[in-house]
């Protein structure tokens, strides 16, 4: 049974990068049909989608963090990790990492979640 | 980037069938299969539904799933108190290249 683990800081200062890491265990992460992707959602609304990694490496991030969100793949940890620049109070919420599958090349679901980590964005 | 609009709150007494609805646009829903998720307040989303209308292993089957044009609905038939949960849709959606999430339904089991 595949389980995955995010990890990192819990606060972080305005202006800096948030760095968090997702550590999959019972499986590895460089097998398909699946891909990795990260979740946040902040108190009280929505969770909203961030971007995913490829086992090739490839990346495909939301349009609205792009220009502050990487994705890096560390397959000799079975880890994929989560780095936002720039980070505001309005980037404060449980960050999700999870496994999405993939169906003739294309997502399908996420269907194994983390737990979830709180990340507080404050000085 | 679109915007899927279901129900804030739903509620119904045990053994009753509800429907949750989320609606969308052609970006979305229209062109795209749709896929349900459970939270439990203090724990990620867990995956109900996929492809429209299917049930991961362990899923009662009294929960199910359904797409007509832009429009998607989860159906809960004989409620039970353990379903109170926030429901959320969530389809592809083209321009963010990732799932779109609707702004859940909280189901209140009286």
């Known amino acids: 049974q595949v389980q995955l683990q995010e990890s990192g800081p819990g606060l972080v200062k305005p202006s800096q990068t948030l760095s968090l890491t997702c550590t999959v265990s019972?499986?590895?992460?460089?097998?398909?049909?699946?891909?990795w992707s990260w979740i946040r959602q902040p108190a009280e609304k929505r969770p909203e989608w961030i971007g995913r990694?490829?086992?090739?490496?490839?990346?495909n991030y939301n349009p609205s963090l792009k220009s502050r969100v990487t994705i890096l793949l560390d397959t000799s940890k079975n880890q994929f990790s989560l780095q936002l620049s720039s980070v505001t109070a309005a980037d404060t919420a449980i960050y999700y990492c999870?496994?999405?599958?993939?169906?003739?090349?294309?997502?399908?679901?996420?269907?194994?979640w983390g737990k979830g980590t709180t990340v507080t964005v404050s000085s | 980037q679109s915007v899927l609009t279901q129900p804030p709150s739903a509620s119904g007494t045990p053994g009753q069938r509800i429907t949750i609805s989320c609606s969308g646009s052609?970006?979305?829903?229209?062109?795209?299969?749709v896929n349900w998720y459970q939270q439990f307040p203090g724990t990620a989303p867990k995956l109900l539904i996929y492809?429209?209308?299917q049930r991961p292993s362990g899923v009662p089957d009294r929960f199910s799933g359904s797409k007509s044009g832009t429009s998607a609905s989860l159906v809960i038939s004989g409620l039970q108190s353990e379903d109170e949960a926030v429901y959320y849709c969530?389809?592809?959606?083209?321009?963010?290249?990732?799932?779109?999430f609707g702004g859940g339904t909280s189901l209140t089991v009286l």
């Open positions: 999870a496994r999405e599958m993939i169906r003739f090349g294309q997502y399908d679901y996420m269907d194994v």
């Open positions: 019972g499986g590895s992460i460089s097998s398909g049909p699946y891909d």
């Open positions: 990694i490829y086992t090739s490496g490839r990346t």
């Open positions: 052609s970006s979305d829903i229209g062109g795209n299969t």
């Open positions: 492809r429209n209308n």
């Open positions: 969530a389809p592809w959606e083209d321009s963010l290249n990732g799932p779109l």
